[in-house]
Each structure stands twice: as structure tokens, then as C-alpha cells.
């Protein structure tokens, strides 16, 4: 799922962008850094909406595979709301590279293909696409796609290895949740079986995997049960990465109605750290990089699992146990 972060600045791939992280500002005032950026902005791609990218991918030249998301239901997203899903396919991403400047190209190293779901192309043209990468970006290291789960039901573990040996490198899937009656309701569209079926083909292909889930989805009522369910879930699938976020309820978003209306009521920031701390308990990952650094987040941490667990908890006893909200991201501060 694309609750990843609003991409405003399109080309950070050559590691000299401006936006979002503190140190690529650093990094962009260099000769070489403006020479590139003026690059950019003179031939930029060309894109249809907001564009959003896992924060990982800050740095990588992004295109649109496909345009919007093939499900467009879950009731916390309003990402790709204002646009139908079609895919753009090899020749869509082949011009948008045709009107890039070869210099720049020539820097590439990380490739995201957007939109919410380029994975729901078919292994055929998502080789396509990842040949036609090949053929223009001579430095290509990897390339990073969000997937759905239900984009794995027709695709075969021996079709995404073929995938991974054309570059396909990450596989971005949002679990959101554990368990299976908050997924429903949340009109994610496939069950939490699936899922972990879906995640378990790209893990047999050899592609790393990165996970997201939502903290506070489940709202009080389902708090524990959420936990719980979405560390069994983790532990079955044992991704190379877990990133949290917490929910959030602008208006806009279908769950804005209900907490207006009284029908769902969000956590406050310590229930949210204490229903991360059932989630963390009950994890045994075996090498995952674990991480709420996304701006939703009330706590940013980071670490290893399992080997910093104790770390983690401890972080967040240190929270819970004072109570202290001064330690946290004030409220107006998250946002996506
Ligand atoms: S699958 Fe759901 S969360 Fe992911 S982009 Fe589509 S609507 Fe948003």
C-alpha cells in the first residue's frame, strides 16, 4: 500500500535531491549537485497525480508503470482516488526515459516504478518493462515496485525469479494487518491466507520484501487482536523488512466519516506505542530490519529483529512507563 511518502521531487536518483531528507539538502549544494538538478527539472517524466514512494526509495528515479491502483477500495487510502487504474506498460515508461537527458540517465542506480500497484502487470510485461530499464540505464542497480496481493495469484515462483534476474529487486506489499476480520473490514480486498500466500511466492523467488502494517487500524476495540494476529502473520512470513505506520484520518479518507461519526475511535498516542509494544513482544523475525521511522509515527525507532528486540522494548517502556507525550511527535507533526 502505498502509505509511503508524496514524492514531490521526481529525480533523486543520482543521491543530490533537495527533498525530502535533510542531508540529500546538504548533499544537492554541491556543482555537481545543481548541474544535475537542473538537469531534472529540465526534463522531467511525465506524471499523472501524486506520485508516492516508500521512503526507502527517496533517491530513485521513478516512473509510472501503471497509473493508480487495480483495487482502490481500502477504506484508510485515498492515494490513487482521483485516477482509473491502466497500465503504461514498457513503451509509456520508454518514452518518459527517451525524454530524459542521457547524462542523467547514465547516473541511475535505483529505479521505482510506480503507481500503487505496478506488480499487477503481467510477468510478461513487467519483463518488458524491466528490459527497457536495462537498455537505458547502464548503472541500474535495482528496481522497487508496490505490489498487491492479489497481483501473486497468477504469478509463479519460477516467473518472479525470472523478474528478479532482470533487476526486479524489492517488492513493496502492504499487510496492514493480521487479522483477518479488521482486513476485511477495511476492504482490503484479499484475505490475510492470501497475503501471506502472496509474500511467501516473492520470498521462494529470492526478491527481498518489504512489508508495511498499520498501527491503531483496529481502533481500541481490536487493538490487541491486530497486534497480536499481524506478529503471527509477520513470524510466518519473515520478510527482509517490516515498516510500521500509524493510522491516520484526514478528511478525505472513507475511515475520516467514521471517526466523525462516532463509529470508530482512533487511539491516542500512548495506546498507539502500547499496541506497538504486543506487536514487537510478539515478533521472532529472523533477519528483518525493522522500522517506525515513517512520519506517521508517534516514535521513530529502528533496529534488527530478532537481534535488537530488547532494544526496541525498551525504548518504548521508557515512553510508557513516564507517560511522557514530550518524547513523541507532536500530533500536528505526522502526516504522510
Ligand atoms: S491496495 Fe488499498 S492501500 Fe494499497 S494503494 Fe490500493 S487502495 Fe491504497
Known amino acids: 500500500m502505498p502509505t509511503?511518502?508524496?514524492?514531490?521531487?521526481?529525480?533523486?536518483?543520482?543521491?543530490?535531491?533537495?527533498?525530502?531528507?535533510?542531508?540529500?539538502?546538504?548533499?544537492?549544494?554541491?556543482?555537481?549537485?545543481?548541474?544535475?538538478?537542473?538537469?531534472?527539472?529540465?526534463?522531467?517524466?511525465h506524471y499523472e497525480g501524486t506520485i508516492w514512494r516508500p521512503p526507502s526509495e527517496a533517491r530513485s528515479l521513478i516512473l509510472q508503470a501503471t497509473v493508480g491502483c487495480s483495487h482502490n477500495a481500502c477504506i484508510f487510502c485515498v492515494s490513487y482516488r482521483d485516477r482509473e487504474f491502466r497500465v503504461r506498460g514498457a513503451e509509456g515508461i520508454a518514452s518518459d526515459?527517451?525524454?530524459?537527458?542521457?547524462?542523467?540517465?547514465?547516473?541511475?542506480?535505483?529505479?521505482?516504478?510506480?503507481?500503487?500497484?505496478?506488480?499487477?502487470?503481467s510477468t510478461t510485461e513487467m519483463e518488458e518493462c524491466l528490459d527497457v530499464l536495462r537498455e537505458h540505464l547502464?548503472?541500474?542497480?535495482?528496481?522497487?515496485?508496490?505490489?498487491?496481493?492479489?497481483?501473486?495469484?497468477?504469478?509463479?515462483?519460477?516467473?518472479?525469479?525470472?523478474?528478479r534476474g532482470r533487476g526486479l529487486g524489492i517488492v513493496y506489499l502492504g499487510l496492514e494487518t493480521g487479522d483477518?476480520?479488521?482486513?476485511?473490514?477495511?476492504?482490503?480486498?484479499?484475505?490475510?491466507?492470501?497475503?501471506?500466500?502472496?509474500?511467501?511466492?516473492?520470498?521462494?523467488?529470492?526478491?527481498?520484501?518489504?512489508?508495511?502494517?498499520?498501527?491503531?487500524?483496529?481502533?481500541?476495540?481490536?487493538?490487541?487482536?491486530?497486534?497480536?494476529?499481524?506478529?503471527?502473520?509477520?513470524?510466518?512470513?519473515?520478510?527482509?523488512?517490516?515498516?510500521?505506520?500509524?493510522?491516520?484520518?484526514p478528511p478525505g479518507v472513507p475511515i475520516y466519516d467514521m471517526v466523525r461519526d462516532g463509529r470508530f475511535r482512533a487511539m491516542g498516542p500512548l495506546e498507539v506505542l502500547g499496541e506497538l509494544r504486543t506487536l514487537v513482544e510478539g515478533l521472532d523475525l529472523t533477519d528483518c530490519t525493522f522500522r517506525t521511522n515513517h512520519a506517521s509515527n508517534y516514535l521513530p525507532l529502528g533496529g534488527t529483529l530478532g537481534r535488537d528486540k530488547s532494544l526496541l522494548l525498551d525504548a518504548i517502556d521508557r515512553v510508557l512507563m513516564t507517560g511522557d507525550t514530550t518524547m513523541l511527535r507532536p500530533e500536528g507533526l505526522r502526516g504522510l
Open 180 to 249: 483477518e476480520d479488521l482486513l476485511r473490514w477495511c476492504r482490503k480486498g484479499v484475505t490475510v491466507r492470501e497475503t501471506i500466500e502472496a509474500c511467501k511466492k516473492i520470498r521462494q523467488a529470492g526478491i527481498p520484501l518489504s512489508l508495511t502494517i498499520i498501527l491503531g487500524l483496529g481502533g481500541r476495540e481490536r487493538s490487541r487482536a491486530h497486534a497480536t494476529a499481524t506478529a503471527r502473520a509477520l513470524n510466518e512470513i519473515d520478510p527482509e523488512y517490516v515498516g510500521a505506520l500509524t493510522l491516520m484520518t
Open 138 to 163: 547502464p548503472s541500474l542497480e535495482r528496481v522497487g515496485v508496490y505490489a498487491y496481493a492479489k497481483d501473486l495469484r497468477d504469478k509463479t515462483v519460477g516467473g518472479l525469479r525470472r523478474l
Open 97 to 121: 526515459l527517451r525524454s530524459l537527458d542521457g547524462r542523467l540517465l547514465a547516473r541511475v542506480r535505483r529505479v521505482f516504478l510506480a503507481d500503487g500497484n505496478a506488480l499487477a502487470m
Open 4 to 45: 509511503g511518502h508524496r514524492q514531490d521531487w521526481p529525480l533523486e536518483s543520482v543521491g543530490q535531491g533537495v527533498h525530502p531528507a535533510p542531508r540529500a539538502a546538504a548533499l544537492c549544494w554541491t556543482l555537481e549537485g545543481l548541474y544535475l538538478q537542473l538537469l531534472t527539472i529540465l526534463a522531467m517524466p
